[in-house]
T-cell receptor
Framework: NAGVMQNPRHLVRRRGQEARLRCSPV?????VYWYRQLPEEGLKFMVY????????ESGMPKERFSAEFPKEGPSILRIQQVVRGDSAAYFC???????????FGQGTRLTVV | ELKVEQNPLFLSMQEGKNYTIYCNYS?????LYWYRQDPGKSLESLFV?????AVKQEGRLMASLDTKARLSTLHITAAVHDLSATYFC????????????FGTGTSLTVIP
């Protein structure tokens, strides 16, 4: 019973490069959520996706950030032209349905140098 | 925007002592979650509280929810070193479901 799998666990990017973070939800879960955690802070909601659809992206920065959850394959959080302020831990969570318990992955720690 | 406040932010306590962490939130919600996070790790689900008056216990931890007061508590009984971690409460405030609003966390250190 694999839980939420995120990769890579650690990612280093130079300023201006692109970062791609992957999230495979728990088998059978069709709802995926992305959260960002800055050092010494709680998690902040970014986006909620259900297979092939973005349900709520109210927490996503307006520029450079995008997310997708295709019919086949993992969910991808993409950050273009990264800046130092993007350095954070990015957590993915999945749930079997709306308003059900969400399970978190181990996170991807992005460092922008 | 829904706000979730936890206190204290930092808690240092001796083994064997009892203490309570408080979580206040600003708007109506019927679902509140408690998570534990160890340094560099993901969040481990501790409790899901789904109704007013809900009380759940697991080992030395007990969580309760008062939706009328918009308050949840996490009570620690006879603390042990293994409980040292950061504890987050989260409230589901999204209209579309599972848009969790997290508190700032309580960093707990249990001293032998």
């Amino acid at each position: 019973n694999a839980g939420v799998m995120q990769n890579p666990r650690h990612l280093v990017r130079r300023r201006g490069q692109e970062a791609r973070l992957r999230c495979s939800p728990v088998k059978g879960h069709s709802h995926v959520y992305w959260y960002r955690q800055l050092p010494e802070e709680g998690l902040k909601f970014m986006v909620y996706l259900q297979k092939e659809n973005i349900i709520d992206e109210s927490g996503m920065p307006k520029e450079r950030f995008s997310a997708e959850f295709p019919k086949e394959g993992p969910s991808i959080l993409r950050i273009q032209q990264v800046v130092r302020g993007d350095s954070a831990a990015y957590f993915c969570a999945s749930s079997i349905g709306k308003n059900t318990e969400a399970f978190f992955g181990q996170g991807t720690r992005l460092t922008v140098v | 925007e829904l706000k979730v406040e936890q206190n204290p932010l930092f808690l240092s306590m001796q083994e064997g002592k009892n203490y309570t962490i408080y979580c206040n939130y600003s708007t109506t919600s019927d679902r509140l979650y408690w998570y534990r996070q160890d340094p560099g790790k993901s969040l481990e689900s501790l409790f899901v509280l789904l109704s007013n008056g809900a009380v759940k216990q697991e080992g030395r931890l007990m969580a309760s929810l008062d939706t009328k007061a918009r308050l949840s508590t996490l009570h620690i009984t006879a603390a042990v070193h293994d409980l040292s971690a950061t504890y987050f409460c989260a409230v589901d405030g999204g209209l579309t479901g599972n848009q969790f609003y997290f508190g700032t966390g309580t960093s707990l250190t249990v001293i032998p």
